[in-house]
């Protein structure tokens, strides 16, 4: 089992940036896949960005792609989500979640979850 936690989140205006971690305990860090997924209120959690084992290939949501990083430190169990440009739509509890292959965007992909952090950006 993998244990996630999140931190970083926080109220910022539109424009702002703001980077997410994802400390990971328990199994080892390296097997899995891992993923950002973001949930606001009264809409369906939405996948936002994953990442491979090894950190080399990315699968970045459209809505985000040209604003949203994430990357990975196997050494330090820790994968992180930097924004820019934010904004009121990204407005959202965002998780992170470990799986299996990077390349799934469905929630039922990923096995493992964090509790969540907030993101309130102000207009």
């Known amino acids: 089992q993998v244990q996630l936690v999140e931190s970083g989140g926080g109220l910022v205006q539109a424009g702002d940036s703001l980077g997410l971690s994802c400390a990971a305990s328990?199994?080892?860090?390296?097997?899995?896949?891992m993923g950002w997924f973001r949930q606001a209120p009264g809409k369906e959690r939405e996948f936002v960005a994953a990442?491979?084992?090894?950190?080399?290939?990315?699968n970045v949501a459209d809505s985000v792609k040209d604003r949203f990083t994430i990357s990975r430190d196997n050494a330090k169990n820790t994968v992180y989500l930097q924004m820019i440009s934010l904004k009121p739509e990204d407005t959202a509890v965002y998780y992170c979640?470990?799986?299996?292959?990077?390349?799934?965007?469905?929630?039922?992909?990923?096995?493992?979850w964090g509790q969540g952090t907030q993101v309130t950006v102000s207009s």
């Open positions: 979640a470990a799986g299996d292959s990077y390349v799934y965007r469905t929630p039922n992909g990923y096995r493992y």
């Open positions: 328990g199994d080892t860090f390296s097997n899995y896949a």
């Open positions: 990442i491979s084992r090894g950190g080399l290939s990315t």
